[in-house]
């Protein structure tokens, strides 16, 4: 089906392009979200009238989400999670977590802005990137720990995972040191003569 684009659509144009898309993604995405009308005679005959509007207020959104986005360029944001001892989640973080973190925190946002290309499955720090307006894209930081204690560390640049296994390593080797020593089966003093 061709359309005419009435904003930046990713991947198929600008503004005022006449593109041909997949009928399914005409009829169910560019067409109820005003994206785009069809690209019959009198659609294009009315974009071409109003195109200094669209333009007018397309520049008017964008700004307002350079604005918004100013704020939330960088920020980090902290999400308590339950995770095994390899640092893999007891589930995932999706879009909707990240968007319901960030609102709960002042910022405004919608899932459908939240860009992962998969599901956050591990604990540590991830650059999530967050679509304010076609042409506005800002990066935020979001820290997974199983604590806020552990938050901390992470944010400070530490890698929790790792010194949990050289924590884990030290003891046990203070263990089977302290075995070696006079641990477990050595016995001291006259206990066989008799």
């Avoid at 684009?5 to 198929?12: A, I, M, T, W, Y």
């Avoid at 071409?48 to 964008?62: D, F, G, H, S, V």
């Amino acid at each position: 089906m061709k359309v005419v684009l009435l904003e930046r659509v990713e991947g198929r144009g600008g503004l005022g392009d006449v593109v041909t898309v997949k009928d399914g993604f005409a009829r169910n995405y560019l067409l109820p979200r005003q994206k785009a009308l069809r690209a019959t005679a009198a659609n294009l005959k009315v974009f071409e009238a109003q195109r200094a509007e669209i333009e007018a207020r397309n520049q008017k959104a964008k700004e307002s989400a350079g604005k918004a986005g100013e704020a939330l360029d960088g920020a980090s944001y902290v999400m308590i999670r339950q995770a095994g001892e390899t640092g893999q989640l007891y589930g995932s973080v999706t879009g909707r977590d990240v968007a319901d973190v960030v609102n709960a925190e002042g910022g405004k946002i919608d899932r459908s802005m939240v860009v992962l290309d998969k599901p956050l499955k591990t604990l540590g720090l991830h650059p999530v990137k967050v679509r304010l307006h076609a042409e506005v894209a800002v990066t935020i930081n979001v820290n997974i720990a199983r604590s806020q204690d552990e938050a901390d560390r992470q944010a400070r640049g530490e890698n929790v995972i790792a010194s949990q296994f050289e924590e884990d390593r030290l003891a046990d080797e203070q263990a089977a040191q302290d075995m070696l020593e006079g641990g477990a089966g050595q016995q001291e003093g006259d206990f066989g003569e008799q």
